[in-house]
């Protein structure tokens, strides 16, 4: 909802990033999620001073959010928790990322008290939680900035070893988004759980009784399969001719080295 803090800064509304002249890597992306104009032209305005060769990205309804979270995966989101009459639509949102995009960051402004939505926030996997009114444009910048970082450092790390090992990279700690071939694999966590583990076990028969473990809910069989067909599916997306992960009947799966 509406807030501003004073800055001299006074950004553009609509503005443009690009990035600089003859760069290879495509410019880290952030979404806005705001539905208040003048907060949401100022957040971005102190994003691109910070780091002018990012893409910006403005949303300010539930609805525009998650359109836009189907078409493009962001290296952070910058999300208020209320938007226009839905008090929780952020949430709503978060568990949205979470689902489509695992391992996104998500910094979270709103004027809801951080005492009482910082550990939601927290169970929800958010990576901070500032409250309007209370930090200034330095606050803002440094802790996106650190979160920026983080997520570039992992994607490099993981397209390096990605390059290295031709194969998969997995973060299963931090739930990050896997990468096959140096590409993104668009998976739900269970699925990235399930795929962690018949990876690491390549060459061997796993069984649906080890799986089980990677499921909180829905521990049977034909849940297994269904999220070995999803791992499949999102494999094939990259590489068409996929067929390493078999089915080993009446006892698992085996990933083939």
Not at 170 to 175: A, G, H, M, S, V
Request: net charge neutral; with cysteine; proline share 6%.
């Amino acid at each position: 909802m509406g807030w501003m803090v004073h800055s001299s800064l006074a950004p553009q509304a609509g503005s443009q990033s690009s990035p600089p002249p003859g760069s290879q890597a495509a410019p880290q992306r952030v979404a806005v999620i705001e539905d208040d104009g003048p907060t949401s032209n100022q957040l971005k305005g102190w994003i691109l001073a910070a780091r002018p060769a990012l893409v910006v990205d403005q949303c300010f309804t539930r609805d525009e959010a998650e359109a836009a979270l189907e078409r493009q995966r962001y290296d952070a989101v910058v999300l208020d928790i209320e938007l226009g009459r839905e008090r929780h639509a952020g949430v709503a949102i978060i568990n949205a990322i979470n689902k489509r995009h695992p391992g996104t960051p998500v910094l979270v402004v709103s004027a809801m008290p951080a005492a009482l939505y910082r550990s939601i926030m927290k169970a929800l996997d958010a990576w901070d939680y500032l409250q309007k009114t209370t930090f200034d444009e330095g606050e803002f910048t440094e802790t996106l900035l650190e979160i920026l970082r983080a997520a570039q450092g992992r994607t490099d790390k993981a397209r390096q070893s990605a390059s290295a090992a031709d194969e998969l990279v997995l973060d299963p700690l931090r739930q990050a988004a896997a990468l096959y071939r140096g590409q993104r694999v668009n998976l739900p966590l269970t699925a990235q759980r399930i795929l962690a583990v018949l990876h690491a076990r390549r060459g061997e028969v796993v069984s649906y009784e080890d799986l089980y473990a990677a499921i909180k809910s829905g521990r049977n069989r034909d849940n297994v399969r269904k999220h070995v067909s999803t791992i499949r599916e999102a494999l094939r997306e990259i590489e068409p001719a996929f067929d390493a992960i078999e089915n080993v009947p009446m006892r698992g799966f085996r990933w083939r080295p």
